[in-house]
């Protein structure tokens, strides 16, 4: 695997090893299966990416239509900046535009897409108002720069759409105009997080999970009183 200081030059230069490439694509793999286990990528939902190289941008991210529980190395296709696959067999990620839209307005080093039951539900609860805030708990202090529980975030929710051009430019607008949003919801669809690499990104699903089902629990709690 190579070290942290590898992956940096590695990825600023767009010079990559073979060998980061699939501790990369390993790393997905595990995702995957982890994700399925906990309930939050049943089936062939979800997608996984990770940037290998900035220079010229190469992301690797999943097939569609997959099984994320039962991923492969071979299942993970490498795209260049238009979402085009130069290695591998297969079909992208009908949402790779989505991807790689997070990737160029956020700088981020991987992009997580869940379908988790409370992502769903919640989404679909506040569509009409274009999203919520969650604040209050110590949890929200695991996303990337949060330093109390007192921090508002604000998690918007985009109209889903099999127009994946629109909803890439959607995705951009929305994240211009929340600079501090750690993700973002799609209705009906489920949760897109980030971060600066997989281990993060990995962590803030886990973090966001948790609070919307927190969320979700009370709220379904408060409406049954």
């Known amino acids: 695997m190579a070290s942290a200081n590898e992956q940096s030059v590695e990825q600023t230069t767009g010079v990559f090893t073979e060998s980061f490439t699939e501790s990369t694509i390993a790393r997905i793999v595990g995702i995957g299966c982890e994700f399925h286990r906990r309930g939050w990528a049943l089936g062939t939902s979800g997608n996984f990416s990770a940037v290998i190289a900035r220079n010229p941008l190469r992301l690797a991210i999943t097939s569609s239509g997959l099984d994320k529980g039962a991923l492969a190395p071979e299942q993970i296709l490498t795209v260049d900046e238009q979402g085009a696959v ?3 067999q297969g079909r992208p990620s009908d949402e790779t ?6 990737v160029r307005r956020r700088d981020a080093g991987a992009v997580l897409h869940t379908h988790s039951v409370w992502s ?3 989404s679909e609860m506040h569509a009409e108002r274009g999203g919520f805030e969650i604040a209050g708990y110590e949890m929200l202090k695991g996303l990337s720069g949060v330093r109390t529980h007192r921090h508002r975030e604000r998690l918007p929710v985009l109209a889903n759409s099999q127009d994946m051009t629109a909803l890439a430019a959607e ?5 211009d105009a ?4 750690h ?4 209705a009906g669809h489920g949760l897109y997080t980030w971060g600066r690499d997989l281990d993060e990104a990995r962590r ?3 973090i966001l999970e948790f609070l919307l ?3 979700g629990r009370t709220t379904a709690g408060v409406r049954k009183s």
């Open 183 to 186: 993700g973002f919801l799609l």
């Open 97 to 102: 535009k989505l991807h790689l839209a997070v």
């Open 204 to 206: 803030h699903v886990e």
């Open 171 to 175: 995705v951009e607008t929305t994240l």
């Open 178 to 181: 929340y600079p501090e949003a």
């Open 120 to 122: 769903t539900i919640l």
């Open 86 to 88: 130069i290695d591998g």
């Open 213 to 215: 089902e927190v969320v």
